[in-house]
């Protein structure tokens, strides 16, 4: 079973405006981590946010913030005023924690900025 | 502070020759993980060390991958005889304690033809 699921293959946003990228993850544990990293062309994988499941608050980093919604089991990344640098892969993942810290990935949603 | 560093950046190796792929992580971090993006699909746990110890193996595809790690530092993966299906894109990360945040290389894009 896909224990996290990105269901936007590709994105469009304009640029300055907001983008929501969708996330949703399948466990059963109760203490777990969700992340999101962007990828550039470039290939490298670059670390964007993170949120606990005991988090109450929803995790923000700049322009980043993480729409977590723990009953739902969603957490969508939200990028606001979007740059053209912004252009990359964007990969949600998960760590549950009771399994040694290997994180399991999305598919990936490609994200692309028009000017 | 030095990253990930991994090498090389890139392959490109005939199917049945023998490919090693090298991971640095950053200095003091105990937990190494090994990661595989094949083309369109996402990325995929291969193993986890624990210092030099193999923490999880559950990911590695098949006893053609050999993963060592020779006194907690350095990690190196080993492909004996590669398939063209090992064509992908290899991350490795780590992270000072399993429960923090992972850094990963830039990855290495091995393509076996």
């Known amino acids: 079973a896909q224990k996290i699921t990105q269901t936007q293959p590709g994105m469009f946003v304009q640029e300055k405006e907001a983008v929501t990228l969708d996330c949703t993850y399948d466990?059963?544990?109760?203490?777990?981590?969700l992340f999101w990293y962007k990828q550039p062309s470039s290939g490298e994988m670059i670390f964007l946010i993170y949120?606990?499941?005991?988090?109450?608050q929803n995790a923000t980093e700049g322009r980043y913030s993480l729409n977590f919604q723990k009953a739902r089991k969603s957490a969508n990344l939200v990028i606001s005023a979007s740059q053209l640098g912004d252009s990359a892969m964007y990969f949600c993942?998960?760590?549950?924690?009771?399994?040694?810290?290997?994180?399991?990935f999305g598919q990936g949603t490609e994200l692309s900025v028009k000017p | 502070e030095a990253g990930v560093t991994q090498f090389p950046s890139h392959s490109v190796i005939e199917k049945g020759q023998t490919v090693t792929l090298r991971c640095d992580p950053i200095s003091g971090h105990d937990n190494l993980y090994w990661y595989r993006r094949v083309m369109g699909k996402e990325i995929k746990f291969l193993l986890h060390f624990v210092k030099e110890s193999k923490q999880d193996e559950s990911g590695m595809p098949n006893n053609r991958f050999l993963a060592e790690r020779t006194g907690g530092t350095y990690s190196t993966l080993k492909v004996q005889p590669a398939e063209l299906e090992d064509s992908g894109v290899y991350f490795c990360a780590s992270s000072q304690v399993r429960t923090s945040e992972a850094f990963f290389g830039q990855g290495t894009r091995l393509t076996v033809v």
């Open positions: 993942a998960m760590r549950e924690y009771n399994q040694g810290g290997k994180l399991i």
């Open positions: 949120q606990g499941s005991y988090d109450e």
């Open positions: 466990t059963s544990d109760q203490s777990y981590g």
